[in-house]
């Protein structure tokens, strides 16, 4: 006989279930008004959090750690978007331009944490949060727009891959300052936690082949307890070398390639839907909506300005690959959108308590660019073809008056 | 001669383009996994694709027939992939290999590799089905059906004949 579930879990299923059929109705609005969902998954954590419309009693506990999962699994499936041939090629070629991303858009957010008077790791996490731009979004903009076949999207594309390859260091470099202690203790801990990711990053390259191999197998549902298994235990392992339980799964997933890569991305999209899901609006369930307001407007000008520093950025490098002006707009333009990635890093900031403003912050920032990206990339081919039309008919004009 | 360029795009798949003399530029996109896109770039704004077509693998392959390439090798190559664990390969016996001049029975490929042979081809003509009885000569084309690993050993074989 099947045991009857007990008073309480039948509360945490209906909140749980609303929590899921909100999820699915306001993916349903963002598919419609034509934005991303990661927005409208906040909004609705911050509904049913402290202070918001209805609080949540017992679901809350399941969200935290489903929030938990679905980082490791965004950074899984991140991975597993990457050869590892892909990275060092992109490294090689577009390093100059991951330089030049990583002072443009780093120091926006790192500057308005020291002047707002914060701890200088609260500010370099909000440095984090501006500085990397959300692959996800920008992967859907790119598909939505017919714009991956451009000349400007190789250029567009290398610079994600330095950012998560920077995220791979900077996490670890973080969870080592965060933890704290005497100035020597954090630097060998972070040198052992880097040495640590770069091994491993060396290695998954080198024997992803291998690696791979032994992973795959034929049956769908031992390949998903497999990698899950697999990416929690690194996952775990690097967190307790410090590394951060992200960056480990992130790591399995670049050592994940061939037929094991493909098999892996159909059964493991499904479960990071969901979880992914829940991580978005459990980062919302934490921010009190009464603290929102107040951070809109620095959030609105910080979006402003690394919304330009973004633009600049895909400008430059476009500029550098022999991209002419309209593409320099429309690389720049795709750029902007922050998001997932953004969110993880504030996640850590909001988890270890250290600048109680920076969570509300955080969150009016991604709302504003998560919505604003997207709508800014669709903007930029009309603007970019005006530019043509421009260009073109001032090239007609010179050319009547030479003739007469 | 057409230059082909290509570019790989990370976690996409990889772009071949190149420019047609009537002047527009054709590029195709390998999407990781089965997708295939057709993209035709602006004549104003060439780092800009104006149209594109997304297609299955089967519909790329409808596409290349259409435009008159022979699709017949890449068909083998999606085969080797597509079906986990059985490959099917097309191996010339060299005129070095000892199993030039013996019969299929003799050469007991399929106990040592666990490979067999389909078909034959010599020359222009195909020979569907051969029998244990039918003698191996050099040059032929040996149509078999394994494991990788059986073919890859089978290959040798075919080469060198040495074990």
């Excluded at chain 1, 577009?94 to 008077?117: C, E, K, Q, T």
Aim: proline share 4%; net charge negative.
């Amino acid at each position: 006989m099947i045991l009857a579930a007990s008073p309480g879990s039948a509360q945490l299923f209906i909140e749980l279930g609303a929590v899921l059929v909100g999820l699915a109705f306001l993916g349903r609005v963002a598919a419609r008004v034509g934005i991303p969902s990661i927005p409208l998954y906040l909004i609705a954590g911050l509904a049913v959090g402290e202070g918001g419309v209805i609080e949540l009693l017992t679901a809350r506990e399941f969200i935290e750690i489903g929030a938990q999962i679905g980082v490791i699994l965004l950074l899984l499936l991140l991975g597993l978007e990457y050869t590892g041939e892909e990275l060092t090629t992109a490294l090689r070629d577009h390093s100059p331009s991951g330089a030049v991303d990583l002072v443009l858009n780093f120091s926006p957010g790192l500057a308005l944490g020291i002047v707002l008077g914060w701890d200088y790791r609260a500010a370099m996490l909000l440095g984090g949060i501006t500085y990397i731009s959300s692959s996800g979004i920008i992967a859907k903009v790119l598909e939505d727009l017919g714009n991956t076949g451009n000349r400007e999207t190789p250029v567009v594309l290398a610079i994600l891959v330095t950012e998560d390859l920077v995220m791979a260091l900077y996490l670890p470099l973080m969870a080592g300052l965060l933890i704290g202690g005497e100035f020597l203790d954090i630097s060998l801990e972070i040198s052992i936690a880097v040495a640590a990711v770069i091994t491993a990053l060396v290695l998954a390259i080198k024997f992803g082949d291998r690696i791979s191999a032994v992973v795959f197998h034929r049956s769908d549902e031992n390949l998903l307890l497999s990698l899950l298994g697999l990416a929690l235990v690194v996952g775990g392992i690097a967190e307790q070398l410090q590394a951060s339980a992200a960056v480990g799964a992130f790591l399995v997933g670049i050592a994940l390639n061939g037929p094991a890569e493909h098999a892996a991305r159909n059964v493991l999209i499904p479960l990071k839907d969901l979880f992914a899901a829940l991580f978005f609006a459990f980062f919302g369930l934490q921010i009190d909506p009464a603290n929102l307001p107040p951070a809109l407007l620095v959030a609105l000008g910080l979006a402003v300005v690394t919304a330009a520093t973004k633009m600049a950025t895909g400008w430059w490098s476009a500029k550098r690959s022999g991209i002419s002006v309209p593409g320099r707009i429309r690389a720049g333009a795709t750029l902007t959108a922050r998001g997932e990635f953004s969110i993880v890093i504030a996640g850590i900031a909001v988890a270890e308590g250290i600048e109680p403003d920076l969570g509300p912050l955080a969150a009016a920032y991604v709302l504003v660019l998560a919505i604003g990206g997207p709508l800014l990339a669709r903007a930029a081919d009309p603007i970019a073809r005006s530019v043509v039309a421009r260009t073109r008919s001032r090239d007609l004009k010179r050319e009547s008056e030479v003739r007469t | 001669m057409t230059h082909v360029h290509e570019t790989k795009l990370p976690g996409v798949g990889t772009l071949h383009e190149f420019e047609c003399e009537s002047g527009e530029r054709v590029g195709v996109i390998a999407h990781h996994g089965d997708r295939r896109e057709v993209a035709i770039y602006d004549r104003d704004d060439p780092d800009c694709v104006s149209a594109s077509a997304t297609m299955t693998n089967n519909e790329a392959r409808v596409m290349a027939n259409l435009l008159g390439g022979t699709t017949m090798t890449e068909h083998l190559d999606d085969l080797r992939q597509e079906i986990q664990g059985l490959a099917i390969d097309w191996l010339p016996i060299s005129p070095e290999s000892v199993y030039a001049g013996k019969t299929i029975g003799e050469t007991s490929l399929r106990s040592r590799t666990g490979v067999s042979i389909v078909a034959l081809v010599r020359g222009e003509e195909p020979m569907p089905a051969p029998g244990p009885e039918q003698t191996l000569q050099a040059d032929d084309t040996a149509v078999v059906v394994g494991t990788d690993e059986g073919i890859n050993a089978a290959a040798k074989l075919f080469a060198t004949g040495g074990s």
